[in-house]
Structure formats: C-alpha cells, structure tokens
Nanobody, 126 residues
Framework: QVQLVESGGGLAQAGGSLRLSCTAS????????MGWFRRAVGKERDFVAA????????IYADSVKGRFTISRDNSLNMVYLQMNVLKPEDTAVYYC???????????????????WGQGTQVTVSS
C-alpha cells in the first residue's frame, strides 16, 4: 500500500515558478513508477509527467516539455515537480500518482496508476 500527499501548490504569476512535492509512505515506494497529472475545471484529467522507479527515465506531456521537470529522491520517499515559465493554462489541481507494479517505468496512462493523492491547487494569473 502507498499513501501520497501533495504540497507546494498555490498562486503564481505567469512566467513564475512553483515546486510541487509528493510525500509517499509505504514500503514499496522506491519500486514504483510515479507520475503527475492535472485536472482543470471542466476538463478531463491530463498527464503531466512521469518518472521510472529508479529515476532513469522521464516522460512529459508536450504542453509542459522544457518547462517542467520531474524528479525523485527515493531515500526521502519524495517526488517533485519543478514548474517554470508558468502559464495561465497550467491552472489546475495537480495529483501525484504511483504505479502498483514493482520496478515499474514511467507511463502516461492514468489507468496504469494504482495510488493517488488528494491533489494540490495551482493557480497561475496572467
């Protein structure tokens, strides 16, 4: 079992930066691929970024590529999403997710993730 808690959301101006953190509890955290997703008001949940269990491979949505960076520290049971050059269209609730398959890689499909956090709101003003 893995429990996830996001933090670091808030209000930022366009062009600014925020860093989201995801604290994971559970013995298998360092064996799980992890991802960040987001849901804007009135829209479907979208993939943002994902990272393999060992941090070797990362993948990004085209809309955030070059602006966002996902990373993890397995010794601290943490996953991060550094968000730079924020845009108003980045406004959403951001969710941390963990895959349920041991030694899993990065994946962009929400159906591949077994555990989800409660989400943290990110609002970007123009």
């Amino acid at each position: 079992q893995v429990q996830l808690v996001e933090s670091g959301g808030g209000l930022a101006q366009a062009g600014g930066s925020l860093r989201l953190s995801c604290t994971a509890s559970g013995r298998a955290f360092n064996r799980n691929g992890m991802g960040w997703f987001r849901r804007a008001v009135g829209k479907e949940r979208d993939f943002v970024a994902a990272i393999a269990f060992n941090g070797v491979r990362t993948i990004y949505a085209d809309s955030v590529k070059g602006r966002f960076t996902i990373s993890r520290d397995n010794s601290l049971n943490m996953v991060y999403l550094q968000m730079n050059v924020l845009k108003p269209e980045d406004t959403a609730v951001y969710y941390c997710a963990a895959r349920g398959i041991p030694f899993s890689s990065a994946n962009s499909s929400p159906g591949e993730y077994a555990y989800w956090g409660q989400g943290t709101q990110v609002t970007v003003s123009s």
